[in-house]
């Protein structure tokens, strides 16, 4: 058992989703969960690391300011929100785990699941 992403559906531009992201108690030491999505014929694109131990977090240009990434130790879930939706946000999202902030930022993952898609209407 992978990490298990849900949340993702349908919403207008301008809208509000929240993802979250199951972490299996395996996984429970990797401290790092980032966010990626990936869209049809467009490479993978980074969204988000989290250090759950830290708190720190880091957003691509893309979604700074509009995304933020939380984490809830007792259930073991990291959850994306992402407000004022845009089209160009559109894609399955992932949730990998990664060794450090350092090898999220380089796309270093350890593991992910098998993602939920986010479709924007406009």
């Known amino acids: 058992v992978q990490l298990v992403e849900s949340g993702g559906g349908l919403v207008r531009a301008g809208g509000s989703l929240r993802l979250s992201c199951a972490v299996p108690?395996?996984?429970?030491?990797?401290?790092?969960i980032a966010w990626f999505r990936q869209a049809p014929g467009k490479a993978r694109e980074g969204v988000s690391c989290?250090?759950?131990?830290?708190?720190?977090?880091i957003y691509s240009d893309s979604v700074k300011g509009r995304f933020t990434t939380s984490s809830d130790s007792a259930k073991n879930t990291v959850y994306l929100q992402m407000n004022t939706l845009k089209p160009e946000d559109a894609g399955v999202y992932y949730c990998?785990?990664?060794?450090?902030?350092?090898?999220?930022?380089?796309?270093?993952?350890?593991?992910w699941g098998q993602g939920t898609q986010v479709t924007i209407s406009s």
């Open positions: 108690d395996f996984l429970s030491g990797e401290i790092v």
């Open positions: 990998p785990a990664a060794r450090s902030i350092r090898q999220c930022v380089i796309g270093n993952y350890d593991a």
């Open positions: 989290l250090d759950r131990n830290l708190g720190t977090d």
